[in-house]
């Protein structure tokens, strides 16, 4: 029974045995980074706690964490919520995990 769920679910048994890779574009990460800093600008400029009101409208999806001042919210719409992570989390990675290594380094993925 177990195994007709996974294979509904579009995997095996044995797909549960290997690590599978994400690899996104690093276009995107870009992207991303623009959209952070305007919006990012666009909270702090009017009032808002930006790191809050980010983290808010990246849990839950809900755009009106995000002020409509400078477009802000049309432009944090128009990317993937996985992208902002990811950018978070390369820079976050980058400038505490590495040291503050200069250029965009991305973790070395683990062999199987």
Known sequence: MEETKRARKGYSMRDLGNTQYFKVDSEPENEARA????????????G??????IVGYIMSGDPTYITS?????SMIMRGERDELVEELLVEYIRTRLQGGASGRKTPR???D
């Open 109 to 111: 993925q683990p062999e």
């Open 48 to 53: 808002y706690n930006p790191v809050n009101q």
């Open 69 to 73: 001042h400078k477009n802000a919210r």
């Open 35 to 46: 959209v952070l800093s305007a919006v990012y600008a666009a909270l702090t400029e009017k």
